[in-house]
C-alpha cells in the first residue's frame, strides 16, 4: 500500500492556528464507518450519538514544555532541543537541530546557565543521549524556560498554553497533545457521565513520532516510535465489563486506540499493564477492541490518517475528508472533530 493513496488536497487556511474561544464549540462530522454516510453536527451534539453503556476511553497524558533553545554564545546561534523520553535520573532523549552542532561530547546550556547538557551518544533515527546538570528541580525549570512543542504547521504564537491541554491531563510525558480531547469540558464530561456512558482513563505519552512524516512510499515498510502507554487493573476492568454487557468501547483520539489495541487480550478485551508500544495501524489491520473512535482531522499521508482508514474504510474516509473541505471544516490539532461510529 502506497502513501500517496492517503493523500488529499488542503487549502492552507483551513489549518486551524488558534483554538476557538469555548472547546466544546467546534463542528462534528459524523461518519458511518460501515455505509459511509456522513452528517454534519455542532460538537456538543455528540451526546446525541452515545447510549448508556457506552465507554469512551481517553488519554490523560499532560504535555510537557520540551522545547528548549540553547543560550547563544560567542556569535553561534541557538540550538533547538526537543526532549523526547527519560531514560534514567538526568538523562533524557532528545533531538537536535541543527544536529551538527549536537556531536558526541558537546556541551550546550540553557536558560543562562540554569541547564547544562552534555551530548553523550547519538542513536537512531538522529536522536542524541543527553545528561543534564541543574541546581533546582529539573521539572521546574523546564515550566520556567521550556517552551511547547507545537506542531510545525501552527505558526502563530499561542496566548494561553493551558488550550494545548485537556481538561484530564495528569500525568507528564507527552511532546504532543492527544488533541481529539482538547474538545471536552469538565461540565460536558460530567453531562456524558450522567447519561449513564462511563469514561476509562489509560496514559500513552506522544512522543516525536507525530511530528515525522511517512517517508517511505510503501507504508509497511515505515517504523514506528516506541512510546509508553498504560492501563491500570481497575480500567482494563471497566473497559472488559462494557464488551461483556454488550456496550461500545469508544476511543477519545488516535493515542487512546493505539493504547487499547496494543493491550488487547485476543477476546475483545484488555489486559491491564504498562510497555513500550510501536504498533502501527494501516488497513488491513483488523481491530480487537474498538467500536468507534472520535478524532480530529489528520495531515495528508500521515500515520494517523493510516489509522482512521483502517478502521472505516481509506474510500469512506477520503470521502469524509474532501466533504470537511467542501463544508470548510477546520483541521489538525486546534481544528474540528469527527467521530467514526455506526
Known amino acids: ?51 448508556p453503556g457506552d465507554c469512551l476511553v481517553v488519554n490523560d497524558s499532560r504535555v510537557i514544555p520540551a522545547r528548549l533553545m540553547s543560550d547563544a554564545t560567542e556569535g553561534i546561534n541557538p540550538v533547538e532541543m526537543l ?21 558526541e561530547g558537546d556541551i550546550l546550556t540553557f536558560g543562562g546557565g540554569r541547564l547544562t547538557a552534555k551530548i553523550e551518544e547519538i542513536i537512531e533515527d538522529g536522536l542524541r543521549v543527553v545528561s543534564f546538570q541543574h ?7 523546564l515550566m520556567d524556560i521550556g517552551e511547547m512543542p507545537l506542531p510545525h504547521y501552527i505558526e502563530q504564537k499561542q496566548e494561553d498554553d493551558s488550550r494545548y491541554q485537556t481538561v484530564y491531563a495528569k500525568h ?33 505519552h506522544v512522543g516525536i513520532g507525530t511530528f515525522r512524516p511517512v517517508k517511505e512510499d510503501d507504508i509497511t515498510r515505515h517504523h514506528m516510535h516506541s512510546e509508553y502507554c498504560r492501563i491500570e487493573p481497575e480500567v482494563a476492568q471497566l473497559i472488559n465489563q462494557t464488551k461483556a454487557n454488550g456496550g461500545r468501547v469508544i476511543a477519545i483520539g488516535t493515542t487512546s486506540c493505539r493504547t487499547l489495541e496494543s493491550r488487547a487480550d485476543g477476546k475483545g478485551g484488555v489486559t491491564a499493564g ?19 473512535l472520535f478524532t480530529n482531522f489528520h495531515l495528508p499521508e500521515s500515520t494517523l490518517i493510516m ?36
Open 274 to 292: 504498562a510497555g513500550k508500544t510501536d504498533i502501527f495501524i494501516y488497513p488491513g489491520y483488523s481491530f480487537q477492541v474498538l467500536d468507534g
Open 1 to 51: 500500500m502506497d502513501k500517496k493513496d492517503f493523500f488529499y488536497e488542503l487549502p492552507k487556511h483551513l489549518i486551524a492556528q488558534q483554538p476557538i474561544k469555548q472547546r466544546d464549540g467546534s463542528r462534528l462530522m459524523h461518519l458511518n464507518r460501515k455505509t459511509g454516510e456522513i452528517a454534519h453536527k455542532m460538537f456538543r451534539e455528540i451526546k446525541d450519538l452515545l447510549k
Open 172 to 204: 507528564d510525558g507527552s511532546v504532543a497533545a492527544p488533541t481529539a480531547g482538547l474538545h471536552f469540558t469538565e461540565e460536558l464530561l460530567q453531562e456524558i457521565r450522567d447519561m449513564g456512558v462511563n469514561i476509562a482513563t489509560v496514559t500513552l
Open 83 to 103: 526532549l523526547h523520553e527519560g531514560v534514567s535520573d538526568g538523562r533524557w532523549t532528545a533531538l537536535v537541530k541543527p544536529g551538527k552542532k549536537a556531536r
Open 307 to 342: 489509522l482512521v482508514s483502517a478502521f472505516a474504510s481509506r474510500e469512506h474516509v477520503l470521502a469524509a475528508y474532501n466533504a470537511a473541505v467542501k463544508e470548510e471544516y477546520r483541521f489538525f490539532s486546534f481544528g474540528d472533530a469527527m467521530i467514526l461510529l455506526d
Open 135 to 141: 541546581e533546582g528541580e529539573f521539572e521546574q525549570i
